[in-house]
T-cell receptor, first 114, second 112 residues
Framework: DAMVIQNPRYQVTQFGKPVTLSCSQT?????MYWYQQKSSQAPKLLFH???????NEADTPDNFQSRRPNTSFCFLDIRSPGLGDAAMYLC?????????????FGPGTRLTVT | KQEVTQIPAALSVPEGENLVLNCSFT??????LQWFRQDPGKGLTSLLL?????REQTSGRLNASLDKSSGRSTLYIAASQPGDSATYLC???????????FGQGTTLQVKP
């Protein structure tokens, strides 16, 4: 089945130790998104790629970076995680040609910072 | 700025009840509205997508309506089951930004 896959599902990192989260998709969608969701809060968009064009949200901390080496994969890099970065990180995709089309979400990666 | 509000924040009902979850948004300029389900510690599962030109969508026991002019959507769940217990999130794609804006969610508990 076509889907959005996130690895790992659970990640524990130490304060200040760089960490990378991975997202892959078999939908061949040209838009990929990264959201951060803290406990009991709504998901918050961090950035998205439209093909290779990177779009950063104005309030996304500089500590967060992203890479998209090809259509299928997208990575979220947190350069120096702080305790406040502990959250669920959600990857989503959409066929960006028509913004009325839905976004498909992966299962998420739960990040713990110790 | 588009804002999405969901009421109530939490709801507890006995099994078998029909129930309605409410979602409101401040700017009627939207491409579509999606309802998602989120189980504890899990990702989002898309339940229903309503295009801006549509009034409702149905899937099994779920029915979602959209009144764009009043900025409201409802998710109707018929004959609720304990397996329906989850957080339900409403989100709109803003026509101005093309971005998905989420509400805070309604956490539903269906008691056997």
């Amino acid at each position: 089945d076509a889907m959005v896959i996130q690895n790992p599902r659970y990640q524990v990192t130490q304060f200040g130790k760089p960490v990378t989260l991975s997202c892959s998709q078999t939908l061949n969608h040209n838009v990929m998104y990264w959201y951060q969701q803290k406990s009991s809060q709504a998901p918050k968009l961090l950035f998205h790629y439209y093909d290779k064009d990177f779009n950063n949200e104005a309030d996304t901390p500089d500590n967060f970076q992203s890479r998209r080496p090809n259509t299928s994969f997208c990575f979220l890099d947190i350069r120096s995680p702080g305790l406040g970065d502990a959250a669920m990180y959600l990857c989503a995709t959409s066929s960006g040609g028509d913004r009325a089309l839905e976004q498909y979400f992966g299962p998420g990666t739960r990040l713990t910072v110790t | 700025k588009q804002e999405v509000t969901q009421i109530p924040a939490a709801l507890s009902v006995p099994e078998g009840e029909n129930l309605v979850l409410n979602c409101s948004f401040t700017d009627s300029a939207i491409y579509n509205l999606q309802w998602f389900r989120q189980d504890p510690g899990k990702g989002l599962t898309s339940l229903l997508l309503i295009q801006s030109s549509q009034r409702e969508q149905t899937s099994g026991r779920l029915n979602a309506s959209l009144d764009k002019s009043s900025g409201r959507s409802t998710l109707y769940i018929a004959a609720s089951q304990p397996g329906d217990s989850a957080t339900y999130l409403c989100a709109v794609v803003s026509s101005n930004t093309g971005k998905l804006i989420f509400g805070q969610g309604t956490t539903l508990q269906v008691k056997p």
